[in-house]
């Protein structure tokens, strides 16, 4: 039974990695010990906070009902001026790493879209195949299981017809568990259009209940709210994993910050410390350490934890901590057409094209993956119709038309891992006194030569389909939220922080496992990739303590 | 072990967003700022005939059903940020009379741009959008009310709310010209 202050197996976060390392060492007998820098909150107050706000602030500011604790800032952009307080960007492309993600138990799964992409075989050998970015230190065959038991950790849904599955090319051990949700009229009508230009729009894996309930979680009901939140829990998010995790035995700290982790003789983790939100400090101690608190937190606390032993930072004598920092740049183009698409039924994501992911191509630019904005336009067009001073029916009708007949479609590119793109201490200070993130970032040509010769015409072709009257293109790149590269895997210590495990190579009782150890960005959504390197890392861990 | 910290953030924020209401507002229409003005006086000077009038008005700008609770706040936000907001809807009232109006085509195309115009659609933009301001601490006064959803009922889920059961949803949408009633 862990304490407050040692368990054999100590995580440091409580989002989707963290949890599920968590269950998986529990059930193999091992006391564990979470520690979460935010606050617990609870669904209903989120849903609330979702509700009171006004409805500019409803789309597009997936952070304004998270408003964070002053000892574990996040990302707020409700204002301009708070945009840029914790944040910390520069470089050619700022922008587009402008992540939101939530310091609170249950981390940012609770604004996560739930979608779940494999990656497909190609996605690992980059380098090999195309004489870019790198490779990962094992092939498909060896994620797969570990992909599917992910799908039923988080209970994916997805559509049981090969042809509609992804990858094309690689075998499924197991179905998903649940069938895929419905298409709603604007995802049914973009499947088709695609079609017609060789796009294949195929139902995305969700980790959403489709049709029955699973994990003692109700199926969706198309509340159509997966980000900011999911009301009724229909989609998959760590917070409701943490009942199980204490009903197991695990003990979950929150409101406890960890600051520095601290290394004895022959590089072993022998402690973590924490401040409460009176600054006290604490000292937790264990055999095991796990750090998931996401690709930015992890890395800026590894870098935090600079010491006479660890003069680099912990885990970073390759000097790769917090380097090669990616996220999928996005774009999106907002279209007025002649006849109605119908956004707004069933999740706000349900399909994506992936089929221009992949391609010889990716020898000299960036796959992409295509999809369009599900979420309902309602508020946009009564914005928009009360702005020309409308009236009466005149009003009504003209709402209903802009909600009905515009879309915002998005392509997010593959990154490359670049050792320049990195994430360092600022000088800037939090609450806490603890140094904020300073991330420069660029997309690099990789990607601006996929959007000028392949993706940007491809949003053009889309939309001509569709039947745009008008495409506006955002001027510049945006952040998905797809965190991935600060502790990159690979095999050899002198150029990556982690091993195939996860565990880092310079402390052998320290895994930083989720999306800073992915060695490929690639078009797909991280987290089901992130799932996968977690239970592996488990497995890893497991066995460690148990064989030493 | 009861955690002490435990789901104070989000009441925190709400009772700050709500005092914040008369402070930062970026204003629709032609309500006049009055960052000084004290929620409560405002209530004081917005009598039940001011709140009254304000409802008769509503119903002749907009042609839906209007929530009588929904509009009693509506009325005393916007009467706290418009001290003339009496005035000007007894003034947009004698014109509707003066055309014996029934809906808000009747009217309209005689009311004066400038004041009197944009507290009107002002008005309207209230029910419609359910805050007085967007600023972004404003106080929502109609959520599953607000009359932006209704317009396109019949399909678009109102966000948050289920309009259906388990995947009881479909690729079928009713023609554009189909105006639900609400």
Request: glycine fraction near 8%.
């Amino acid at each position: 039974m862990a304490s407050d202050d040692s368990a054999d197996v100590v995580v440091v976060g409580t989002g989707v990695v963290g949890c599920l390392i968590a269950e998986q060492a529990l059930d193999a007998g091992l006391s564990v010990l979470m520690l979460e820098a935010g606050p617990r909150v609870d669904r209903w107050r989120i849903v609330e906070n979702y509700r009171n706000l006004p409805p500019s602030l409803r789309l597009f500011h997936w952070d304004a009902p998270y408003p964070p604790k002053p000892w574990a800032p996040h990302l707020e952009t409700r204002k301009d001026k708070e945009a840029e307080q914790y944040l910390q960007l520069e470089g050619p492309n700022a922008r587009a790493y402008l992540q939101g993600y939530v310091r609170y138990a249950g981390g940012a799964t609770w604004h996560w879209a739930g979608i779940c992409w494999r990656l497909t075989p190609e996605d690992m050998r980059l380098n090999s195949l195309y004489g870019v970015g790198r490779d990962w230190p094992f092939a498909h065959d060896v994620i797969e299981p570990y992909y599917t038991r992910a799908e039923y950790a988080l209970g994916v849904c997805g559509p049981s017809d090969p042809a509609s599955q992804w990858p094309p090319n690689a075998k499924r051990s197991q179905p998903y568990p649940m069938g895929p949700t419905p298409f709603g009229p604007g995802e049914h009508r973009l499947t088709e259009v695609a079609a017609k230009i060789g796009l294949m729009n195929i139902p995305a894996p969700q980790a959403r209940n489709s049709g029955v309930s699973y994990h003692g979680r109700p199926p969706c009901c198309g509340n159509n709210n997966c980000f900011p939140v999911c009301p009724i829990a229909a989609k998959y998010d760590a917070a409701t994993a943490l009942p199980k995790i204490e009903a197991k035995g695990g003990k979950i700290l929150v409101n406890a910050v960890v600051y520095r982790i601290e290394t004895g003789n022959r590089k072993t983790v022998e402690a973590v410390h924490y401040f409460d939100p009176d600054k006290g400090s604490h000292k937790v101690t264990g055999k095991i350490f796990v750090i998931a608190c996401n690709g930015i937190e992890t890395p800026k606390l590894l870098l935090f934890s600079k010491d006479d032993r660890n003069p680099n930072g912990v885990a970073n004598s390759s000097d790769q901590v917090g380097r090669n920092m990616m996220d999928q740049p996005k774009l999106i183009a907002d279209v007025e057409l002649t006849e109605p698409l119908w956004t707004g039924v069933g999740p706000v994501q349900s399909s994506s094209v992936m089929n221009t992911t992949q391609g010889e191509f990716r020898n000299s630019h960036a796959g992409a993956l295509l999809r369009m904005e599900n979420f309902a336009r309602s508020p946009l067009g009564a914005a928009a119709a009360l702005k020309k001073g409308l009236v009466g029916k005149a009003l009504d009708k003209e709402i209903r038309r802009i909600s009905a007949c515009t879309a915002r479609l998005t392509v997010e590119h593959e990154p490359l891992p670049s050792p320049d793109n990195r994430l360092t201490l600022s000088s800037k200070k939090d609450w806490l006194g603890i140094n904020k993130p300073n991330i420069y970032y660029d997309v690099g040509d990789y990607v601006r030569r996929s959007a000028k010769e392949y993706t940007v015409p491809l949003l053009h072709k889309l939309a001509d389909g569709l039947g745009a009257t008008s495409f506006q293109l955002s001027p510049e790149f945006l952040n998905s939220d797809h965190i991935m590269g600060g502790c990159i895997m690979g095999t050899d210590p002198t150029t990556s922080v982690v091993d195939a495990d996860c565990r880092a190579h310079d402390h052998h009782n320290l895994f930083l496992p989720g999306g800073g150890a992915m060695p490929s960005g690639t078009a797909s959504n991280s987290t089901l990739t992130m799932a996968a390197l977690a239970l592996k890392a488990a497995d890893a861990i497991v066995d460690q303590l148990r064989h030493g | 072990m009861p955690d002490r910290y435990r789901d104070d953030c989000p009441t925190a924020f709400s009772l700050e967003r709500r005092e914040l209401l008369l402070g930062g507002l970026y204003l629709l229409g032609g309500l006049a700022v009055i960052p000084t003005l004290p929620a409560i006086a405002a209530a004081a000077s917005w009598s039940q005939e001011s709140a009254a009038q304000f409802m008769e008005i509503s119903s002749l700008l907009i042609p839906h059903h209007l929530h009588g609770e929904v509009g009693k706040r509506i009325g005393a936000a916007m009467s706290a940020l418009n001290p003339a907001l009496s005035e000007q809807v007894a003034a947009l009232l004698a014109i509707a009379k003066n055309k014996n109006a029934r809906i808000v085509e009747d009217f309209f195309p005689d009311v004066p741009e400038g004041p009197l115009k944009e507290t009107a659609l002002a008005i309207i933009s209230a029910w419609y959008l359910g805050v007085v301001s967007d600023a972004p601490d404003a106080e929502v006064f109609a959520y599953e009310y607000a009359l932006m959803y209704g317009p396109t009922r019949d399909v678009m889920t109102i966000p948050s709310y289920a309009v259906s059961g388990p995947n009881g949803w479909t690729a079928d949408a009713p023609p554009l010209d189909n105006m639900p009633e609400f």
